[in-house]
């Protein structure tokens, strides 16, 4: 019960890094090790960081694809509805549905919600906005994280979690600094 | 020159020219851009340079404000020219945005590594351009705040937009075009609004970027999925870019006046917009570079390159001049020919001349290495190049609008000042936005310079 409690402070162990190439080894052995809720984090994408962690691929191009359906389909449906069904007009007398007229704003969009749903649909998925963050309270990972350091936090809610581990395994493969992460 | 070593042009040398000066790392990069945001005063200059800006926006102001009190008789337009500077000074704005666009999404689409240092501001001037020439549709209207009636909305009247005009195509693409442009620099700018959140003092400046950052904190699986979103957004605004100039030039080729019923113009127009905005991009860069000692981000290489793609499209447009004139008189249609001849001899030829010599003869100088190297040469060019695409416009709304059919039908066009100050006014606005930018905005992207920070390390082991 005391355990319990006392984990549901900690979000995890936080060890930081000089090079990306020893945050990718460090993540390549927490798995090795055994560790699955961990996470790197980089000051620019790290080519390799991702398959060295285990990411799956993501959903963000499906969520694109079917914005951009969206919009293709929608924004020819709405024209055909408007210059067939709702308000005819006879111009030059071509036919109401003059398809090949209708091509240029289909195309538009499609590519506006294409775009929309990517920019949306990624900001969703990661949880943006998001004001608050445990690993904040680490005064070293506010400081470097989004400048010149690399990270790799193994998250309290690993089953194999224990904090004294967790932070002798970082030492372990070269972290700088190992700092608890405390979420209150 | 002593034996033995190469020549300084040499092409061995030019292979070495670096995309970054060597020496840098993540802290030096971050810190360097960030300082020009965050530490770094607003000099002199700046102030002298906003506030000459500022000034320049008041004029526009004045203008918009007797051109709605007034209406469009202020202008220069009259019955056969109802287009003048309005069109002329909206394709214009149009076209210089879209070098913005091509730089980052298909120069990232390229994989060329040189666009890094100069994409954020290059889209900052896309949104600014786009912004500007927004302005222009909207007052040629004569009344703007009826300007809704083009969007698709049910009203009480019961009618829609004609989807088979080529100016409501023309009002989704610019708008759609100006929309995904934004997202894209957003996009673009979370990870540098985090680094400004993280590395800003004063209480204010932690809340705004911190707000606009929206938390970001680089976890592995919030950039794997930002680069699925970055990658996709380069891969849209790409065909995209292409249709914006596209619609905007059937706005021209659709109707069936001689010197623009031509199926030649969507190339031509595309070219001429990418031509344009690169000249508009090296306007921007020189004195940026100049201004906050970015001489190791913006090298050589970068205004060189640049100059590269000037002479290109340039190339292009020449061939789009002679295409035209060509098949006037190929042709043989008698309003066509008549309409090179007014363009050669008729009472405008002298802006056609102009154009000439500012967007085919000059440009040709970018042949030598001498020029494409000298800065304060490629900076006057630049500008010639600007001038010379604003009197292509010209020529083409003005001289086929005051010659068309029928002699009963011809007429004059000469603006006015108001038409002037509108077109300065919006100069104004766009430096004075690009002036507001390079102080409260990172004009490099942080992120992709430690990016390349760490790949040409690389290179190097």
Redesign the interface.
Known sequence: MTTHLHRSHIYGVLGEFET?HQLIRAAEKARDAGYRRI????????EG??EA?G?KR?I??LI?LIG?LCGGLGGFG??YW??VI??P?N?GG?PFN?WP??I??T???T??G???S??F???A??G??????P??NVER???H????RFFLCIEARDKKFNLAEAARFLQGVDARHVSEVRDD | MSAGEPPINSPEIRRLSPVIEPGHTYATVTDKISAIVLTRPASLGWFAGFTVAFGVVMMLTIALAWLIIKGVGIWGINVPIGWGFAIVNFVWWIGIGHAGTLISAILFLLNQKWRTSINRFAEAMTLFAVACAGIFPLIHTGRPWMAFYMFPYPSTMGIWPQFRSPLIWDVFAVSTYGTVSLLFWFVGLIPDLATLRDRAVSKPKQIIYGTLAMGWRGSARHWQRYQSAYLLLAGLATPLVLSVHTVVSFDFAIAIVPGWHTTIFPPYFVAGAIYSGFAMVLTIAIPLRKAYDLEDFITMRHLENMAMVMLATGLIVAYGYFFEFFMSMYSGNKFDVFLVQQRLHGPYNHYYFALILCNILTPQLLWFQKIRTNVPMLFVMSIIINIGMWLERFVIVVISLTRDFMPSAWGRYSATVWDYMTFVGTMGLFVMLLFLFVRVLPAISIAEMRELVSETSEEHK
């Open positions: 990306e996470e790197g984090y980089a000051p620019f994408p790290v960081l991702s962690l990411l993501n963000v191009p694109t951009g709405f024209q408007v210059n709702a308000y007009l111009i071509r003059s007229a209708f240029p704003v195309f538009e969009l590519v506006l294409a775009a929309l990517a920019v649909g990624m900001l998925l990661n943006l906005p998001q004001p608050y963050h690993l904040f990972f506010a400081k994280a989004t400048s010149d």
